[in-house]
């Protein structure tokens, strides 16, 4: 499982027009990728990390300030480019594994009581961010 994190002052996410998840405060913006042999046991692990990731200001995490997260899921994170120019997906999880195990880090992150907006899965969509910083970083497990 892989995330890009991106601490932000703002971020949204748009389908057909309509926005479907939405943070107006900071907080984190989590591009969610999951690789074909990821398993459910990485759930719990991936959603204590985004929500201990101590990258917000003072090196606060939303544990601790409450702040948002966007989730949002992202096969293209495991777009293999070492050869040619044209991405290869074969380490991506397809849909019927991925989607619940991303749903999963997403259910896990309320369970611990984060305040968390989500992308709707498998759909095209439009994110918008304004990243704070800019404070990025990449979390694998």
């Known amino acids: 499982m892989r995330a890009?994190?991106?601490?932000?002052?703002q971020a949204?996410?748009?389908?057909?027009?309509?926005?479907?998840?939405?943070?107006?405060?900071?907080?984190?913006?989590?591009?969610?990728?999951?690789?074909?042999?990821?398993?459910?046991?990485?759930?719990p692990v991936m959603a204590r990390k985004l929500h201990e990731?101590?990258?917000?200001?003072g090196e606060e995490s939303c544990a601790t300030t409450g702040a948002p997260l966007l989730v949002v899921s992202?096969?293209?994170?495991y777009?293999?480019?070492r050869k040619g120019r044209r991405p290869s997906?074969?380490?991506?999880?397809?849909?019927?594994?991925?989607?619940p195990?991303?749903?999963?880090?997403?259910?896990?992150?309320?369970?611990?009581?984060?305040?968390v907006e989500t992308g709707r899965f498998g759909a095209m969509m439009s994110v918008r961010s304004v990243n704070?910083?800019?404070?990025?970083?990449?979390v694998e497990l």
Do not use: Y
């Not at 990731?53 to 200001?57: A, E, K, Q, S």
């Not at 704070?132 to 990449?138: A, E, Q, R």
């Open 53 to 57: 990731l101590r990258i917000l200001t």
């Open 132 to 138: 704070d910083g800019p404070f990025t970083v990449l």
């Open 89 to 99: 997906w074969t380490a991506a999880a397809r849909p019927e594994h991925a989607e």
């Open 12 to 43: 949204s996410v748009t389908v057909d027009d309509l926005v479907v998840g939405e943070i107006t405060e900071p907080g984190l913006l989590v591009l969610l990728g999951v690789r074909v042999d990821d398993d459910a046991a990485m759930v």
């Open 4 to 9: 890009v994190v991106a601490r932000v002052t």
């Open 101 to 115: 195990l991303i749903e999963g880090v997403v259910r896990e992150l309320r369970q611990k009581g984060a305040r």
């Open 74 to 77: 992202q096969f293209t994170l």
């Open 79 to 81: 777009g293999e480019t």
